[in-house]
């Protein structure tokens, strides 16, 4: 912990230490499991499935090039290859901001919890 997480555990009440506690972070995978449900989870499902087909096309475009014998085929499945994983990697990047808005709303909320507890007990 760090001082302003003790300094927060000095000035809160038992109320607002339930309400710290209920209000916890996710961290990263909570988060990714949170994006799963709610009125925009059919795009995360769009995205992890074009994720999933474009990593299983490099794998298997991968393993036919370095079966390949002939240096043209070779050619095209390795850029095809390379391509394919490319863009899978920049599929799964590119949820990486939304994750980053949600962290910072969630925290968001918590202050607003705190300073209408804060508000009520006065």
Known sequence: ????????GELTNETEEHLLRSSQPHGWLGLVRSMRQGR??????????AQVALFVLAIVWGVKFFAATEVLPALKLGLSAATALIMATLIKVSLAPHIHAERI????KRIEILVLARGNSE
């Open 105 to 108: 709303l969630r925290e968001l």
């Open 40 to 49: 925009l989870a059919w795009v995360f499902w769009v995205i992890w499935i």
């Open 1 to 8: 912990m760090d001082y302003l997480d003790t300094r927060i």
